[in-house]
């Protein structure tokens, strides 16, 4: 599985969209890119994933690159509630999920 | 629909006991990770098990060990408790078992072990 890199921490003003990077610049053909959220030591929680066409979801979106060695996470109206660590993570279905150092996001009022 | 169910929450044991976790999958899923959890390595994964096979193993000592249940439940087992081996412990289900890419995992609260 691809290795991820991340920046170790954001800020983002309540209300503004939230862009989270990530580089997976050896991913491979059939490996996904996978977001997830971890608030506080609770279990991490699964917020999108796609492959190489940009996805939407009620929570967030996720821009790919053409060439898919990046991608962006996009809160579009970040509240108090998205502060967390942010986990990008590219998955092949090898049974296991390779969890990167992720980016701590807080989310100022 | 209830969620990934973990038990312990707490738990504190001393050096060289070893200890036992459980993990109560979502209805459904037959597929169960475990992953470690610690300030200075972050989330790791330990295991994987579908259909009470191993599928996969994480570069963890043979001291930890797990296996499910034929009701998809699995345990962990961690013996000759280290000081290193405080942690959060993590369980994650899956509906396609993680073969197919497009399998999200979730997690339960974990199990947090302290080792004095």
């Known amino acids: 599985d691809a290795k991820t890199t991340q920046p170790t921490s954001m800020d983002c003003a309540e209300g503004r969209a939230a862009n989270l990077p990530c580089n997976h610049s050896?991913?491979?053909?059939?490996?996904?890119v996978y977001w997830y959220r971890q608030i506080h030591s609770q279990g991490p929680q699964y917020i999108i994933h796609g492959l190489k066409n940009n996805e939407t979801n009620e929570m967030a979106s996720l821009i790919i690159t053409e060439d898919r060695k990046s991608s962006t996470l996009i809160l579009p109206h970040a509240t108090l509630r998205d502060t967390a660590v942010y986990y990008c993570?590219?998955?092949?279905?090898?049974?296991?999920?390779?969890f990167g150092t992720g980016t701590r996001l807080k989310v100022l009022a | 629909k209830a969620g990934v169910t973990q038990t312990p929450r707490y738990l504190i044991k001393t050096r060289g006991q070893q200890v036992t976790l459980s993990c109560s999958p979502i209805s459904g899923h037959r597929s169960v990770s475990w992953y470690q959890q610690t300030p200075g390595q972050g989330l790791q994964f330990l295991f994987e098990y579908f259909s009470e096979t191993q599928r996969n193993k994480g570069n963890f000592p043979g001291r930890f060990s797990g296996r499910q249940f034929s009701n998809s439940r699995s345990e962990m087992n961690v013996s000759t408790l280290e000081l290193g081996d405080s942690a959060l412990y993590l369980c994650?289900?899956?509906?396609?078992?993680?073969?197919?890419?497009?399998?999200?995992?979730?997690f339960g609260e974990g199990s947090r072990l302290t080792v004095l």
């Open positions: 050896t991913i491979s053909g059939n490996e996904y």
């Open positions: 994650a289900s899956s509906l396609e078992g993680g073969g197919r890419a497009t399998g999200e995992l979730f």
């Open positions: 993570i590219v998955h092949s279905g090898t049974y296991k999920y390779i």
